[in-house]
């Protein structure tokens, strides 16, 4: 699943520079998260980065983007093709995801 910004959102902006793929950015009442650069933290942490620093709860999983770490992690790695580290630990199957809590 991707994740969404609910209307719950105060702007605040926590979530913005926690996400590794810079996937959020502010709109025109509150920040939004485009759903094809997020990668639900996959390859990075263990949570949702942005779910941990929202002080409203506003960031949440979307039922309607339902994906599988593998998807994600296949997202992380084309979005970061520079990452080294990242291919290596996704080639080991040894990387961060919170579907593996």
């Given at each position: 699943?991707?994740?969404k910004?609910t ?5 605040c ?5 926690e996400?590794?793929?810079e ?8 920040y939004?998260?485009n759903?094809?650069?997020?990668s639900?933290?996959?390859?990075f942490?263990?949570?949702l980065?942005?779910?941990?620093v929202?002080p ?7 039922p ?9 992690i ?9 990452d ?6 996704a ?10 809590q």
């Amino acid at each position: 699943m991707a994740i969404k910004i609910t209307e719950d959102c105060i702007s605040c902006g926590a979530c913005e520079p926690e996400c590794p793929n810079e996937a959020i950015d502010a709109g025109d009442e509150i920040y939004v998260i485009n759903p094809a650069a997020c990668s639900e933290c996959v390859g990075f942490y263990d949570h949702l980065a942005c779910q941990a620093v929202c002080p409203v709860e506003s960031c949440l999983t979307d039922p309607d983007r339902v994906e599988t770490e593998d998807v994600l992690i296949q997202r992380s790695l084309s979005l970061h093709p520079d990452d080294n580290e990242l291919r290596r630990k996704a080639a080991a199957n040894d990387y961060p995801s919170h579907f593996r809590q």
